[in-house]
């Protein structure tokens, strides 16, 4: 799915206006309070080293994707995540990232 790929690559490269881009305004709210706070601290965010994706479910209006990845925090320490991403369909007919369960994988 495109917007995880841009979602990463946002994040890898510390742009903020792009990672804003893919998220729904709940996410942000509910996340991260605000998009000012994105803007202020994308440079504290760490690298994601790769990503693993299934698709799990695709409706008219939402999808579900399963994902599994690898991501290194600014200090060096690697951490593996699991869990579902939700992508919601906007009125412009665009994805945009919803929700996102996060676990620690093994």
Same mark, same amino acid.
């Given at each position: ?28 709210l509910?996340?991260?309070g ?5 803007? +202020?601290? @994308?440079?504290?965010? !760490?690298? /994601?080293?790769?990503? %693993? ?7 008219? &209006? ?14 060096? +320490?690697? @951490?593996?995540?699991? !869990?579902? /991403?939700?992508?919601? %369909? ?7 990232? &919803? ?8």
């Amino acid at each position: 799915m495109s917007v995880i790929h841009t979602m990463v690559t946002a994040i890898n490269e510390q742009d903020p206006e792009t990672y804003i881009s893919v998220l729904n305004d709940y996410f942000i709210l509910v996340t991260y309070g605000s998009k000012k706070y994105i803007r +202020q601290n @994308i440079d504290q965010m !760490g690298t /994601i080293n790769s990503v %693993r994706l299934h698709v799990k479910a695709i409706r008219s &209006y939402y999808s579900i994707v399963e994902y599994r990845l690898k991501y290194t925090e600014k200090g060096g +320490q690697e @951490i593996k995540f699991k !869990g579902e /991403i939700i992508l919601e %369909r906007t009125k412009d007919n665009e994805w945009k990232i &919803y929700f996102v369960s996060e676990e620690i994988a093994e």
